[in-house]
């Protein structure tokens, strides 16, 4: 029993104990589809957990000995420990009181400082001749959000536009956002130099070339100021650069990087603005009354030619010189009674003398504040001729910047507001905090359009209602809010998160119904997220895109890796789109031998992708692959791949292999969804004369379970054809046993995970050997993948498996040196 003995001596009952229950179907049949990092055994009396190596090589050599429950939690993250810990004991009672023959549970467990990971446990009750234990299994989820994350390169979580520009090729490399704004074919430009001018409004081509060559040139640092760009969808769109640099992973300055803000409503607003102020024939002044300034709008000339836009000097004495003798007393007394402070506005009319001779009868308005960010009293106000005067300024004022169904504050007011916030000497920090709906277009789809609305109104009053202390609300986006928060500490920014994702508990009523909506939220610090108004937002919308990406995440405050990886993963895509673009030299082709067991022949090989950066190792292929896949790249080259080594093997056949030699090929789940596939493969099977048999398709489990449905009739129709189709990973997925049923499947590939401490961990021996004598038995042969020493090989050889593949008889290799050794 755990509460008694060594380590060693439980190590001994667990494996007795399962022993005794290898032979148990029903047991084997839950558990071989959901197997990973380790597995566990316990004992319900003193709640002690023993885990397979798997565990140590998390946590430690802690795991190798037995651990109470309470010893375990002390690696889960602090926040979580009490209650996974409690959901842990529950388990255990539901478990040996019969409530439940499996329990499901997931929690996070932390490796390192730096690293968390995601476990999913799957645990049974299972009776032994010592007496009842919990056994379970302990999946790593963890790799799987990660490699979704980093396929989100060019998704649209961020809505702004990304562009990379190699100077020294002359191609400009967009996302995939602007590339659909632009309607470009490609999500690049070659001699861009010259072709990114037809994107560019006439007006400000050669403002936004000479900026180019100066800075190419080292004259001045990079700066463009607001220019448009021509949409075939849009028209004209006003773009703001901004956070452009020449970051290069090689440290040179060949590369520019950088972010183009949409600021066309901005733009628009300002435009109407002045419209209708100058339609008016209003003139609009701002003095600053401590440095004895003001300016005034150019329409001040229209009225007085020549007149300067701004003035140093005693302002009532400059004005009142223009006014006739009989009304200037009229014209002081409200503006120093504002002054002094009596009243923090004025009104008055009064007349004037123009240079023609003419009285011309004017009104003023005006209003007195303290501008904390000038540290100043300041007057703003208009002053209309009242033989034109039109009363439309004061409207525009206040609605211009307002969302039209929140009636909140919009984008534009936001940055604004954060500038001066920023401005502002007596803030020394603030929080942006983005406030997302998540999935707000099915409400839409499902509701209409007007409930969508609703729903926007309504949360915009409840978010109101919620607001902190100082903070103010803005809908900057369709279904994106905003919380500025001046003074706002980290602790505060996280706790405000967290209560608002409280209030997902609560259904908005809208017409009877009862609504629920959940958030995706982030925040960005002023100064250490940013020191300015679009660098908050920016960072805080990229920190916002990776929440979005984790369900399990809720909300995040930025931090700079959010923006490096921003970075790395730009420089990563634009380089993986020049290879593909050069020809593909850059990619090989290696491959790497499977051996049949009974004699030790080398029968057949797995082609296997590589790619380096210029000067640098080779790239892991499975983040090769996620990019290939996320930016819509993979079918060109795995159209590439699939020719490569048809022809081949073809050529191996007809020098040096033997008729039956055969190659593996990887596969997707997008290739086989594509109704013309299976042709495309007959096709260059015809073309290198190549015999069906020779050739072995590989798909991941994993990319099955993503669309199942759409990739049956194409397996149907490729193993018609004499193609053999194997199934990768094998058992690191859900629904293993139901692939060799419902799909035409004629080999399987253990993964390597199970092979891992073969000689010693008796649950791999068992799945290993009961794979193989379940496959046999409906004709399927078995490869087991991860053969890295001679004790693996002699253990996996006993257990009957097909083929045997890893570095023990060969590493993946070059086509000329895998022919000289294996051939």
Known sequence: MFSSGNGDDLKMDFEASAIDDVSNQTMIGKLLDEVGLCTFSADPSDMRLCFSSGMSEVIGREASQPMLIEAFAQYFPEEDRERVASEYKKAFEQLLTGKRDVVTLEHALRKSFEEILWLRLY???????????????????????????????????????????????????????????????????????????????????????????DYLQRKKDFSIADFRLLSPLQGEIWVHPCGVSDYDITGSTRFLTGLLIDVTERKKSEFLQKSIIEGT??????????????????????????????????????????????????????????????????????????????????????????????????????????????????????????????????????????????????????????????????????????????????LGKTLQDRLPSGGTLYHIGIDLFCVLWPHATRIQAESFMEQIQEETEHPLMIGGDSIYVSFSMSSALFPSCGISAEELVVNAEITLHKVKQNNRKKHAIYCPTDKRELKERLDFEFQLSKAIRNGKDSFRIYYQPLVRPSDGKVVGAEALLRWNLPGKEDVRPEKVIAVLEATGQMEQVGSWILERVIRQCAQWLKVAADPGFFVHVNITAEDLARPNYSETVAELLRKYSLDPHNLVLEITETSLMRSISTCRQNLIRLRNTGIRIAIDDFGTGYSSLNYLRDLPIDEVKIDRAFVEDIQNDLFNRSFISAIVLLAHSISIEVCVEGIETADKARAITDMKADYLQGFYYGCPTDPGKFESKHL
């Open 123 to 213: 645990m049974q009750k299972i009776h032994t001749h010592i007496g009842d234990r919990i056994f379970g299994l302990v999946m790593d989820q963890t790799r799987s959000m990660s490699e979704r994350i980093l396929s989100q390169l060019f998704s649209d979580g961020i809505s702004e536009f990304v562009f990379y520009y190699d100077t020294v090729t002359d191609v400009v490399f967009f996302n995939s956002y602007l590339s659909e704004i632009l309607e470009l074919p490609n999500h690049y430009i070659e001699n861009a130099s010259r072709a990114v001018v037809g994107l560019i409004h006439p007006d400000d081509q050669d403002i936004f070339m000479n900026a180019i060559e």
């Open 281 to 458: 024939s209003a003139i609009v002044y701002t003095a600053n009354i401590n440095r004895s300034t003001i300016s005034f709008s150019e329409n001040i000339r229209q009225l007085f030619p020549g007149a300067p836009l701004e003035v140093d000097g005693d302002l009532v004495d400059y004005v009142a010189d223009f006014i006739i003798p009989e009304d200037r007393a009229r014209f002081r007394e409200p503006i120093e009674k504002m002054l002094e402070g009596d009243t923090d506005r004025y009104s008055v009319e009064f007349r004037i003398n123009k240079s023609n001779g003419r009285t011309v009868w004017l009104a003023s308005r005006g209003k007195a504040f303290y501008d904390t960010s000038r540290q100043s009293k300041m007057v703003v106000g208009t002053i209309f001729d009242l033989s034109s005067m039109n009363e439309v300024r004061e409207l525009v004022e206040k609605t211009g910047y307002l969302h039209e169904v929140s009636g909140l504050p919009t984008r534009e007011r936001l940055i604004k507001d954060i500038d001066k916030v920023i401005d502002d000497k007596n803030v020394l920090s603030a929080a942006v905090i983005l406030i997302d709906i998540r999935g707000f277009h099915t409400y839409n789809d499902r509701f209409g359009r007007e409930t969508g609305d609703d729903i926007l109104h309504d």
